[in-house]
């Protein structure tokens, strides 16, 4: 089966938002990087022969960048785009949590009571001399010691237990370890969880989250079970992984019933987008949902392995360091979806990934375009209004004519080559991080080209053969050329 179709669309946020200062040199420098951004990701999904993908990037209270590639449903032709929704699976984790901990300031939960006080048919066997009650903080950074899951096969079979089932099963698990010994991710923790939310408000969880949680943020898109009305049309079907001939067969439907607190939620890029423009403005001084101090203590580190310092948990959410910088966010993995919501809250970046397959990483494409893009947003919006700066000179060479996909053909070497400020880029398409193939280019004479090492200082020419129009028809770069395929 070829997947060599890909459609694209754009979508705006669509928030009333005050006005930021934008720099209009790096306005222009982040939108090349943005249609590098495309066309790395419209590489990357055909290469790995992903039905259907969406994906966001949000700067602040707007979403500046949004696309959908390829299918929803592959049979029926029906493209995928930024409102198209996915089965965010873990990432409903962060609901569940923000419900507790909005319980927690209204008094109605104590995150640090046993889970028992609020659940009266919670009879799992304990480990031996246990050290401590299982509570909700300690289940919100998943060293509660619980069991990774309820105890039936719902992962192998998509067919998701209802709570009767969870209680009857649960007084024949046993726990794992004493409470904070080690990191244990718990869908079994993030169900009770739910069931506490209830027990604690007094309401159905699914009418609690939506009352207090979606409306007030105004995620109009998101529900906290599956829509099966919507499927094959607005909710995207769900695809296995590639077989021996490299096809893909779908999977049914299903409903995650009892588990929904820990891995029901649908949603879209765009409604993940404005829960991350929700947090950036809880952030900035508090919100009726949620106070901002609260959300603060969410996202702070409150556990770390010993020997692993990769394995970091806030209260619910996932923080982490990344190259130096701590991100925050959490992912998500159901039969035929993955999901990626990846946050810098000091920067007001976040990156939102949804795939309808499992066996392509969106925290590879979360990454990728962060790395990409995130330091050319600070750019294009900064704190404050930039310092005009002086006129300059006329540029020898009109940059633009060079933009293009460049291809040695016989091989998977495709650059994209484009005008960055004064100089050109060129971003390798496989790359699987566009920015590890990224290579900066510095105007010489006539069509010649220098490559910019780190240092500033100039390496190997690239040269461009003008065809009769005044377009390139080739570069040739080591004495070897790749020719255009492709312009802007």
Same mark, same amino acid.
């Given at each position: 089966?070829?997947?060599?179709?890909?459609?694209?669309?754009?979508?705006?946020?669509?928030?009333?938002? #005050?006005? &930021?200062? &934008?720099?209009?040199?790096?306005?222009?420098?982040?939108?090349?990087?943005?249609?590098?951004?495309?066309?790395?990701?419209?590489?990357?999904?055909?290469?790995?022969?992903?039905?259907?993908?969406?994906?966001a990037i949000v700067h602040d209270q707007?979403?500046?960048? +949004?696309?959908?590639?390829?299918?929803?449903?592959?049979?029926?032709?029906?493209?995928?785009?930024?409102?198209?929704?996915? !089965?965010?699976?873990?990432?409903?984790?962060?609901?569940?949590?923000?419900?507790?901990?909005? %319980?927690?300031?209204?008094?109605?939960?104590?995150?640090?009571?046993?889970? *028992?006080?609020?659940?009266?048919?919670?009879?799992?066997?304990?480990?031996?001399?246990? /050290?401590?009650?299982?509570?909700?903080?300690?289940?919100?950074?998943?060293?509660?010691?619980?069991? @990774?899951?309820?105890?039936?096969?719902?992962?192998?079979?998509?067919?998701?237990?209802?709570?009767?089932?969870? =209680?009857?099963?649960?007084?024949?698990?046993?726990?794992?370890?004493?409470?904070?010994?080690?990191?244990?991710?718990? $869908?079994?923790?993030?169900?009770?969880?739910? &069931?506490?939310?209830?027990?604690?408000?007094?309401?159905?969880?699914?009418?609690?989250? =939506?009352?207090?949680?979606?409306?007030?943020? *105004?995620?109009? +898109?998101?529900? !906290?079970?599956?829509?099966?009305? %919507?499927?094959?049309?607005?909710?995207?079907?769900?695809?296995?992984?590639?077989?021996?001939?490299?096809?893909?067969?779908?999977?049914?439907?299903?409903?995650?019933?009892?588990?929904?607190?820990?891995?029901?939620?649908?949603?879209?890029?765009?409604?993940?987008?404005?829960?991350?423009?929700?947090?950036?403005?809880?952030?900035?001084?508090?919100?009726?949902?949620? =106070?901002?101090?609260?959300?603060?203590?969410?996202?702070?580190?409150?556990?770390?392995?010993?020997?692993?310092?990769?394995?970091?948990?806030?209260?619910?959410?996932?923080?982490?360091?990344?190259?130096?910088?701590?991100?925050?966010?959490?992912?998500?993995?159901?039969?035929?979806? @993955?999901?990626?919501?990846?946050?810098? #809250?000091?920067?007001?970046?976040?990156?939102?990934?949804?795939? $309808?397959? $499992?066996?392509?990483?969106?925290?590879?494409?979360?990454?990728? %375009?962060?790395?990409?893009?995130?330091?050319?947003?600070?750019?294009?919006?900064?704190?404050? #209004?930039?310092?005009?700066?002086?006129?300059?000179?006329?540029?020898k060479v009109d940059l633009s004519v060079?933009?293009?996909?460049?291809?040695?053909?016989?091989? /998977?070497?495709?650059?994209?080559?484009?005008?960055?400020?004064?100089?050109?880029?060129?971003?390798?398409?496989?790359? *699987?991080?566009?920015?590890?193939?990224?290579?900066?280019?510095?105007?010489?004479?006539? $069509?010649?080209?220098?490559?910019? @090492?780190?240092?500033?200082?100039?390496?190997?020419?690239?040269?461009?053969?003008?065809?009769?129009?005044?377009?390139?028809?080739?570069?040739?770069?080591?004495?070897?050329?790749?020719? @255009?395929?492709?312009?802007?």
């Amino acid at each position: 089966m070829k997947f060599g179709h890909f459609l694209s669309a754009t979508a705006a946020l669509g928030l009333a938002v #005050p006005a &930021q200062a &934008q720099d209009a040199a790096g306005q222009a420098k982040l939108d090349a990087k943005l249609r590098a951004a495309e066309k790395w990701l419209e590489t990357y999904l055909e290469q790995e022969a992903v039905p259907g993908a969406s994906v966001a990037i949000v700067h602040d209270q707007k979403i500046i960048w +949004s696309k959908g590639f390829g299918y929803a449903n592959l049979a029926a032709k029906v493209p995928a785009t930024p409102q198209t929704r996915y !089965s965010i699976c873990s990432v409903s984790k962060l609901f569940t949590a923000l419900a507790a901990m909005q %319980l927690r300031d209204q008094g109605k939960l104590d995150i640090d009571k046993p889970v *028992g006080d609020y659940l009266p048919w919670y009879n799992i066997h304990d480990v031996e001399k246990p /050290d401590g009650p299982v509570t909700a903080r300690a289940i919100m950074s998943h060293v509660a010691g619980l069991p @990774r899951e309820s105890d039936t096969p719902y992962w192998s079979t998509a067919s998701f237990p209802d709570l009767d089932t969870v =209680k009857k099963r649960l007084s024949e698990q046993t726990n794992l370890y004493r409470t904070y010994d080690y990191l244990q991710y718990s $869908n079994l923790g993030l169900t009770l969880l739910g &069931q506490q939310v209830e027990a604690a408000s007094g309401q159905d969880y699914h009418a609690y989250v =939506k009352a207090r949680l979606l409306d007030p943020i *105004g995620l109009s +898109s998101t529900t !906290s079970e599956l829509p099966r009305a %919507l499927h094959g049309k607005a909710f995207a079907v769900g695809y296995k992984a590639r077989n021996g001939k490299g096809e893909r067969a779908t999977f049914p439907f299903y409903t995650v019933n009892a588990i929904a607190p820990a891995a029901g939620f649908a949603s879209t890029v765009e409604d993940l987008g404005r829960f991350a423009s929700w947090q950036f403005r809880v952030l900035d001084g508090g919100d009726p949902v949620i =106070k901002s101090s609260t959300l603060r203590e969410m996202q702070r580190v409150h556990w770390m392995s010993p020997d692993k310092t990769d394995e970091t948990w806030g209260l619910g959410f996932a923080v982490y360091n990344y190259k130096g910088k701590t991100l925050v966010g959490h992912g998500g993995y159901c039969p035929g979806y @993955r999901t990626s919501l990846m946050m810098r #809250p000091q920067d007001k970046v976040a990156v939102i990934a949804m795939v $309808n397959v $499992n066996d392509v990483s969106p925290e590879a494409i979360t990454r990728g %375009l962060y790395d990409l893009v995130a330091g050319d947003i600070k750019a294009a919006f900064p704190d404050k #209004p930039a310092t005009p700066a002086p006129a300059k000179p006329a540029p020898k060479v009109d940059l633009s004519v060079y933009e293009g996909v460049y291809n040695r053909p016989g091989y /998977d070497y495709d650059t994209y080559i484009l005008p960055y400020g004064e100089e050109l880029v060129g971003i390798g398409l496989y790359a *699987g991080n566009p920015v590890e193939d990224l290579d900066r280019y510095r105007h010489v004479e006539g $069509n010649v080209f220098r490559r910019v @090492r780190p240092d500033d200082t100039l390496a190997e020419p690239l040269t461009f053969e003008m065809g009769k129009d005044g377009k390139p028809v080739r570069v040739w770069s080591h004495s070897n050329p790749l020719e @255009r395929v492709s312009g802007k």
